[in-house]
Antibody, heavy 122, light 107 residues
Framework: QITLKESGPAVVKPTQTLTLTCTFSGFSLSTSGVGVAWFRQPPGKALEWLALIYWDDVKRYSPSLQSRCTISKDTSKNQVVLTMTNMDPVDTATYYC??????????????WGQGTLVTVSS | DIQMTQSPSTLSACVGDRVTITCRASQSISSWLAWYQQKPGKAPNLLIYKASTLESGVPPRFSGSGSGTEFTLTISSLQPDDFATYYCQQFNSYPYTFGQGTKLEIK
């Protein structure tokens, strides 16, 4: 059974850097084909894909956030970390991590964490 | 970026109704489309991938069809548990993008 759980601060101040951790079980990020992605969803709005990291450390980012986001993995700890710099109130959202299925570029997401709400406010 | 447009944005229906949600892509995405269901305060739940393949454990009243730029999600007979928001997602190319969502409400 695959499980994922996000953790991180509930509140960050504008201009600060957000660091979120996704801790997972039921799969290994050292296994060929495996990947974990981050998404976010502002209150009352649609989902947005942020970044994806593959087992071989290939990383893909949303172009709109690429300059601010970094995704990394710690295979030994079964964790994926997302950092986002220069946070702004418009970044207030629930942030999710998810396990990918599929191959190569063609990926959908079959298991999701419960999400963590991050509020950006001074 | 590929834009995904869902219609309608809101849909009112009764238990037992057959409903269809449409998702249109701004360019061809072949069959690289997924559908998710999301309930308030919960994470999205995968229903369908590759446009028409039902995820394991999803009731067969859900079905998907389409290819290219136009796709549909059909629920053959609405159950009380189906009232939720539904999103389509394309995975033909980066960045992966979602539709704006369709909220399915009880009539």
């Amino acid at each position: 059974q695959i499980t994922l759980k996000e953790s991180g601060p509930a509140v960050v101040k504008p201009t600060q850097t957000l660091t979120l951790t996704c801790t997972f079980s039921g799969f290994s990020l050292s296994t060929s084909g495996v990947g974990v992605a981050w998404f976010r969803q502002p209150p009352g709005k649609a989902l947005e894909w942020l970044a994806l990291i593959y087992w071989d450390d290939v990383k893909r980012y949303s172009p709109s956030l690429q300059s601010r986001c970094t995704i990394s993995k710690d295979t030994s700890k079964n964790q994926v970390v997302l950092t986002m710099t220069n946070m702004d109130p418009v970044d207030t959202a629930t942030y999710y991590c998810a396990h990918k299925k599929g191959a190569g570029l063609y990926n959908w997401f079959d298991s999701w964490g419960q999400g963590t709400l991050v509020t950006v406010s001074s | 970026d590929i834009q995904m447009t869902q219609s309608p944005s809101t849909l009112s229906a009764c238990v037992g109704d057959r409903v269809t949600i449409t998702c249109r892509a701004s360019q061809s995405i072949s069959s690289w489309l997924a559908w998710y269901q999301q309930k308030p305060g919960k994470a999205p739940n995968l229903l369908i991938y590759k446009a028409s393949t039902l995820e394991s454990g999803v009731p067969p009243r859900f079905s998907g069809s389409g290819s290219g730029t136009e796709f549909t999600l059909t629920i053959s007979s609405l159950q009380p548990d189906d009232f939720a928001t539904y999103y389509c997602q394309q995975f033909n190319s980066y960045p992966y993008t979602f539709g704006q969502g369709t909220k399915l409400e009880i009539k």
